[in-house]
């Protein structure tokens, strides 16, 4: 079975913290991503990574930055934490020219 | 740009009654179609998808879906829901090149015993 796994399911931060949200799967995919999840918008893409040290922006990449240094490995960086990205943030990994994603358990991240 | 529509934000219907969530996308090109499913406090499962061939697919668990390429529709249906079925359940196409998906806004089923 694919194991997707998130460093927190929950994680309270204040306002202008840095924060590092971790992303680890363990199927030797090729592909991950972060989507945040928002009741009524269902999950937006944020960031989307193909192979190590390659990225591509999403749908609201605005105030995020990622970073992938390892295959297994996805961080996703918020570098000056905002009330606004406030949510529950998911991790999925996929494999090259596969569309089916698999999730993490997600977190859920308060910025007060 | 490909777009995911789920027309039902809340879906409630009593036990052993038939539902349908419904699922509509935008784009005009060849799409391959998924449907997951969240349980409370866990993430997104597949639940079932369309790559191509057979227009009706099935879940293991008696979900089904049906493609309909002329209405560009996905719809989710189920002929008797048990408790157990209580989730959000989210619709999501491919959108073109790449391997992203664009995801519906989640419709969430609530059965009431």
């Known amino acids: 079975d694919v194991k997707v796994t998130q460093s927190s399911r929950y994680l309270v931060k204040r306002t202008g913290e840095k924060v590092f949200l971790e992303c680890v799967q363990d199927?030797?995919?090729?592909?991950m991503f972060w989507y945040r999840q928002d009741p009524g918008l269902g999950l937006r893409l944020i960031y989307f990574s193909y192979d190590v040290k390659m990225k591509e922006k999403g749908d609201i990449p605005e105030g995020y930055s990622v970073s992938r240094e390892k295959k297994e490995r996805f961080s996703l960086i918020l570098e000056s934490a905002s009330t606004n990205q406030t949510s529950m943030y998911l991790c999925a990994s996929s494999l090259a020219g596969i569309f089916t994603q698999y999730f993490g358990p997600g977190t859920r991240l308060t910025v007060l | 740009a490909q777009s995911v529509t789920q027309l039902d934000s809340q879906v409630p219907v009593f036990e052993e009654a038939p539902v349908e969530l419904r699922c509509n996308y935008s784009?005009?090109?060849?799409?391959?179609l998924f449907w997951y499913v969240q349980y409370p406090n866990q993430g997104l499962q597949l639940l079932l998808k369309?790559?191509?061939?057979?227009?009706l697919v099935e879940s293991i668990n008696g979900f089904e879906a049906e493609f309909n390429k002329s209405q560009t529709s996905f719809h989710l249906r189920k002929p008797s829901v048990h408790i157990s079925d209580t989730a959000e359940y989210f619709c999501?196409?491919?959108?073109?090149?790449?391997?992203?998906?664009?995801f519906g806004g989640g419709t969430r089923l609530m059965v009431k015993p």
């Open positions: 369309y790559l191509s061939g057979s227009t």
């Open positions: 199927m030797d995919h090729e592909n």
């Open positions: 999501a196409a491919t959108r073109g090149a790449g391997n992203m998906l664009t």
């Open positions: 784009s005009s090109v060849s799409v391959y």
